[in-house]
């Protein structure tokens, strides 16, 4: 099946530093979207890309759709405490039922 | 107020027993769904509803059944409860299925099986 892999699994950095993390298919996803997960919280959505190419950009964060379609970038600038959690990357599996795929998620660590 | 919210936050169970979690979603949404998360934070969809209709359903053991008595309501009973169910289970919904990266995520119950 389908299967998005993520990496770094795990950063720890001080604050104020910049990341970058991305996420890598062996299928072509016609949408990436970025999540990012508390600890004891539901994923919350931070960017949705629809073109290959596309670079947007949300506060701090900016994420790019790969132009081959089968990868995204994050990256977070100047990083804060609350920055801390688990970011997601997802593609969607088109049509009808527009199902999300979940990558193996990035532990952000961010030590003030 | 609480836009998808799940019952219970923890559930402690024993093997064998049959348990449900409840799902609420205030937001006036078509499409409901459920996620589980295992130990290793993989996220994987398991079942979607769209106005009560079933629309996914993964490769998930026929001891989970999805029961969405209405459009802002669904509802995860599982049977015979194995150890191996232990994990997060998350309740999604969106405006409709083609509209999911407006998907809003409830907090999740964390289920322990012993």
């Known amino acids: 099946g389908q299967q998005l892999n993520q990496s770094p699994q795990s950063m720890f950095i001080q604050e104020g530093e910049d990341v970058s993390m991305n996420c890598t298919s062996s299928?072509?996803?016609?949408?990436w979207l970025w999540y990012k997960q508390d600890p004891g919280e539901g994923p919350v959505l931070l960017i949705a890309l629809y073109k290959a190419g596309e670079l947007t950009s949300n506060g701090r964060l900016t994420a790019q759709f790969g132009i081959t379609r089968k990868d995204s970038f994050l990256n977070i600038s100047a990083s804060i405490p609350s920055d801390v959690g688990i970011y997601f990357c997802?593609?969607?599996?088109?049509?009808?039922?527009?199902?999300?795929?979940f990558g193996t998620g990035t532990l952000l660590a961010v030590q003030p | 107020d609480t836009a998808v919210s799940q019952t219970p936050k923890y559930l402690v169970t024993q093997m064998g027993n049959d348990k449900s979690i409840k799902c609420e979603q205030n937001?006036?949404?078509?499409?409901m769904y459920w996620y589980k998360q295992d130990s290793k934070k993989f996220l994987k969809i398991m079942f979607s509803y769209n106005n009560k209709e079933l629309i996914i359903n993964e490769t998930v053991p026929n001891r989970f059944s999805p029961k969405s008595p209405d459009k802002a309501h669904l509802n995860l009973h599982i049977n015979s409860l194995e150890l191996g169910d232990s994990a997060v289970y998350f309740c999604?919904?969106?405006?409709?299925?083609?509209?999911?990266?407006?998907?809003?995520f409830g907090q999740g119950t964390r289920l322990t099986v012993v």
């Open positions: 937001l006036g949404h078509d499409t």
């Open positions: 999604a919904s969106s405006h409709n299925p083609r509209r999911y990266t407006e998907a809003f």
């Open positions: 997802a593609g969607l599996v088109g049509g009808a039922t527009n199902k999300l795929i």
């Open positions: 299928s072509i996803f016609n949408t």
